[in-house]
Nanobody
């Protein structure tokens, strides 16, 4: 099992940027693909981005393509989500998650507690 802790959320004006960090507890971090999800009040959880175990493959949800970038540093057991050109509709709680099944957004087994991102208009 792996414990995940997100950080880096906050309040930012529209058009601004934030970088979220996901710190993992295990040295086997590199065994997992990592994903980012978000959930806004009253809405279902939405897939944001994923990165495979060594970082050479990524994919994104349509709503964030071209604005968000997912990355990882296996030496630091950490994944990142760089968010640029933020919009008010990006406001949500953001979660990182880990899985062995990189290509399936429904197959994430381990989740962090979430970090709030609020984008003001």
């Amino acid at each position: 099992q792996v414990q995940l802790v997100e950080s880096g959320g906050g309040l930012v004006p529209a058009g601004g940027s934030l970088r979220l960090t996901c710190a993992a507890s295990r040295r086997t971090f590199s065994s997992y693909a990592m994903g980012w999800f978000r959930q806004a009040p009253g809405k279902e959880r939405e897939f944001v981005a994923a990165i495979n175990w060594n970082g050479d493959s990524t994919y994104y949800g349509d709503s964030v393509k071209g604005r968000f970038t997912v990355s990882r540093d296996n030496a630091k057991n950490t994944a990142y989500l760089q968010m640029n050109s933020l919009k008010p509709e990006d406001t949500a709680v953001y979660y990182c998650a880990a899985t062995y099944v990189y290509s399936d957004p429904s197959a994430y087994h381990y989740w962090g507690q979430g970090t709030q991102v609020t984008v003001s208009s």
